[in-house]
């Protein structure tokens, strides 16, 4: 695809497209609908076999940085040396900021998005009309955002969401924040951590939720009866902060009350073998399913026959956790009764009893207890069900979220609107926002 014709958004990704990120693709989507000239660069290539059908409608065009600094030294020290050569006290203060960071961290990753910037700026840079760098996530796209910024002028901003937030190194996030135009985040939990954070930084952080595609989420007209075998679900990674192992023991509970039930988990990763060896241990191996990972269409009909959604999301050791998990709002736009933990984002829309159900973190009795009533109430599940799907409707419908996210973008860039250049010369103040 050609280069866009007008002043465009870069929007700077770890990868794309992933399955596991369709609130991405749906937001570039939704922004091209709005008018936006959108170019996608990506750290890495794609790495699943298949990707959702949001992604073949957008526009934008994709370029990828060379992913690795060994397998692609060539590229990168011959773009990086030709912006030294033209720009040499610009790119001696971006290498003494990278120095900086890495005495804080001691992260090798540090002069790879130094070098992946560099790259950027000289090989992709030129002609492509971007004026502000967009960098989803606060750790490895906005690190090179931020240097793409300090060696080229165009300011940046960076919208953050879970684990970049709470496993980052706190200076280094402070310093980020401190840098960017702006900074957006999916919740109002993760805005008053990140404010807190800034102290008496001048960066404006807003919240804006994601949302979801209602058009893809029609429930069915009355919630139907349910009845044993119930047929159960969880949509999540095989990680620490998705608490499966909280689920299994709380299905555990249910088996030995004679309860008869199947579980789905659709999704995978790097606690697969564990959670294999859990099902084993706990003797659920013939009521339990692994789906492995689902196209966004598959994930959909697992909505429209399981009976109950459970998750069982905790706060990692390492810090990490989920915001508002999106799955959790399908399935209430959806109608499928919901039980969850009162972790991060969640209690922003799941309410004990009034949306669902919501139960302490690494608490498999009490989870198997809301589990059980929300089965069995088909008065509670009829109530918390038409609550969950109003409430889905009114705050957390992407169209509408798309254009508080643009007025944001469009208040906060000026360049969109005027194709302003913003590439600095040896002589530019460099103190300004975004490129300080």
């Not at 890495?102 to 004026?131: C, D, E, F």
């Not at 919501?358 to 109530?383: G, I």
Request: glycine share 6%.
């Amino acid at each position: 695809m050609g280069k866009n014709a007008g002043p465009t958004l870069c929007v700077v990704l770890k990868g794309y497209p992933r399955i596991s990120e369709t609130f991405i693709s749906n937001e570039i989507l939704l922004l091209e609908s709005q008018g936006f000239n959108v170019h996608i660069i990506s750290m890495r290539r794609p790495r699943e076999a298949f990707t959702h059908a949001s992604v073949n409608r957008i526009k934008a065009r994709v370029d990828y940085l060379p992913s690795t600094i060994l397998g692609h030294l060539g590229p990168l020290l011959y773009h990086n040396g030709l912006l030294a050569l033209q720009h040499p006290l610009t790119y001696f203060r971006a290498v003494q900021k990278a120095v900086v960071r890495w005495m804080r961290t001691r992260k090798s990753a540090t002069l790879k998005h130094l070098l992946q910037a560099g790259y950027l700026v000289n090989k992709l840079l030129p002609g492509s009309h971007i004026v502000h760098f967009q960098a989803h996530f606060a750790h490895s796209p906005t690190s090179v955002a931020m240097f793409s910024s300090m060696l080229s002028g165009v300011p940046f901003s960076f919208f953050a969401h879970a684990k970049d937030i709470y496993t980052s190194d706190r200076e280094q996030l402070k310093e980020k924040i401190d840098r960017a135009r702006f900074v957006v985040t999916c919740t109002k939990y993760n805005r008053d951590y990140l404010l807190d954070l800034a102290g008496n930084s001048p960066t404006p952080v807003f919240c804006v939720y994601h949302g979801i595609n209602l058009d893809y989420f029609s429930p069915q007209t009355a919630l139907k009866p349910c009845k044993p075998p119930y047929h159960l679900l969880t949509v999540a990674r095989m990680t620490e902060k998705k608490g499966l192992d909280t689920v299994y023991h709380a299905l555990a509970i249910l088996k030995k009350k004679g309860i008869l039930f199947t579980h789905s988990l659709i999704g995978k990763g790097d606690d697969h073998d564990a959670v294999v060896k859990l099902i084993k241990q706990l003797d659920l191996e013939d009521a339990t399913t692994l789906c492995g990972t689902l196209t966004h269409e598959d994930v959909i009909e697992y909505y429209k026959k399981c009976d109950l959604f459970v998750l069982g999301c905790r706060i990692a050791r390492n810090g990490d956790r989920d915001g508002i998990p999106n799955v959790m709002a399908e399935s209430m736009a959806m109608k499928l009764p919901v039980v969850a933990t009162d972790v991060s984002g969640i209690p922003e829309f799941l309410e004990d009893n009034v949306s669902g159900k919501m139960v302490p973190p690494e608490n498999p009795d009490a989870l198997a207890d809301a589990m059980q009533v929300l089965l069995e109430d088909q008065t509670l599940r009829n109530r918390v069900t038409d609550t969950a799907r109003k409430r889905i409707v009114e705050k957390f419908d992407n169209k509408i979220l798309i254009k508080e996210l643009s007025q944001i973008y469009l208040k906060n860039i000026p360049e969109l609107q005027t194709g302003q250049s913003c590439l600095i010369s040896e002589e530019a103040d460099l103190t300004s926002p975004g490129v300080s």
